[in-house]
């Protein structure tokens, strides 16, 4: 069974430049989420998605942050335009029930470095 | 707003010992804590789920315990070996219980 797949693996932008990560998750995981670990701090909660819907957003950091999960298969995260506080590890997990209560898969990380 | 502290960002042991690594929370009482294992360049990789009702829980050569009163949980690899070395993340369930809020991690260096 394939895992979660994140592209692309690394991204360098310039500030002020757009950026789209893709989040594929476990086939039939109806629960996706996205993370961001900035350099020194802990992972933080960007939101989360049940299918199509986003059931929580409170950890997206500004209007410049952009999630989609079109037809509740695979997501995108948009930045624009990019800030230099945005470089981080952005990470996606999915999951086959809501909560904590289970297992979450998580992707190998997508590091974005704004310059 | 809850807090979540692992006491030690590296911890370096001998193989063969037990390395216990420390989890403390503050601002909340979660129903579930985690445990999860981060190698350099990947993602978080589930370990073990424990319950607020559940005092410990074991799996191969790991244990975590899980004291509410405390509000702390204690995580154990027994009879450690470099492989194991690696950071250790601590997450527990957002208030809504939707998401996952974590530590900074401890990093874990075995040497042989």
């Known amino acids: 069974e394939a895992g979660v797949t994140q592209f692309p693996s690394h991204s360098v932008i310039e500030k002020g430049q757009t950026v789209t990560l893709r989040c594929d998750p476990i086939s039939g995981h109806d629960n996706l989420y996205w993370y961001r670990r900035v350099m020194g701090k802990e992972i933080k909660f960007l939101l989360h998605?049940?299918?199509?819907?986003?059931?929580?957003e409170s950890g997206m950091p500004n209007n410049r942050f952009l999630a989609e999960r079109t037809g509740g298969t695979y997501s995108t995260l948009k930045v624009q335009p990019a800030e230099l506080e945005d470089s981080g590890v952005y990470f996606c997990a999915s999951s086959s029930l809501t909560g904590s209560y289970t297992e979450a898969f998580f992707g190998q990380g997508t590091r974005l470095t704004v310059v | 707003s809850q807090k979540i502290e692992q006491n030690s960002e590296a911890l370096n042991i001998q193989e063969g010992k037990t390395a216990t690594l420390t989890c403390n929370y503050t601002?909340?009482?979660?129903?579930?804590l985690q445990w999860y294992r981060q190698d350099p360049g990947r993602g978080p990789v589930f370990l073990l789920l424990i319950r607020e009702n559940e005092k410990e829980k074991r799996k191969e050569r790991l244990k975590v315990t899980f004291d509410t009163t405390l509000k702390q949980s204690l995580f154990h690899i027994t009879a450690s070996q470099p492989a194991d070395s690696a950071t250790y993340l601590c997450a527990l369930d957002n208030q809504a219980g939707t998401a996952l809020i974590f530590g900074k991690g401890t990093t874990l260096s075995v040497s042989s």
């Open positions: 601002n909340y009482s979660p129903a579930y």
């Open positions: 998605f049940v299918k199509e819907s986003k059931q929580d």
